[in-house]
């Protein structure tokens, strides 16, 4: 069984950056999801297990880096330009095999959660 823990969350103005980290347990693909107040939880970002595969949403593609280090067992994301709409608690997933999938129910094992909150 993946073990995740998310952290780097915090309180920002519009404009400004974060850097989340996800600390994994074992090597696998990693996703990061995010849900606001109210709303489903929705695709951010994924990388494969090497870091040679990214997949971005639409929504943060050119503000936001996704990269991991396997040496350390974690993976980041950066987080560049952020507006109110990026509000939300972030999660990091793991899931096995090589592709990197944009669909929550491919991943097997998730995070607590860490919240975003960015103010305008």
């Known amino acids: 069984q993946v073990q995740l823990e998310e952290s780097g969350g915090g309180l920002v103005q519009a404009g400004g950056s974060l850097r989340l980290s996800c600390k994994y347990s074992e090597e696998s693909a990693v996703g990061w999801f995010r849900q606001a107040a109210g709303q489903e939880r929705e695709f951010v970002s994924a990388?494969?297990?090497?870091?040679?595969?990214?997949r971005y949403s639409d929504s943060v593609k050119g503000r936001f880096t996704i990269s991991r280090d396997n040496a350390k067992n974690t993976s980041y994301l950066q987080m560049n330009s952020l507006n109110p709409e990026d509000t939300g608690v972030y999660y990091c997933?793991?899931?096995?095999?090589?592709?990197?999938?944009?669909?929550?129910?491919?991943?097997?094992?998730w995070g607590q959660g860490t919240q975003v909150t960015v103010s305008s």
């Open positions: 997933a793991a899931r096995s095999g090589p592709v990197v999938s944009a669909s929550s129910v491919s991943y097997d094992y």
């Open positions: 990388i494969n297990s090497n870091g040679g595969s990214t």
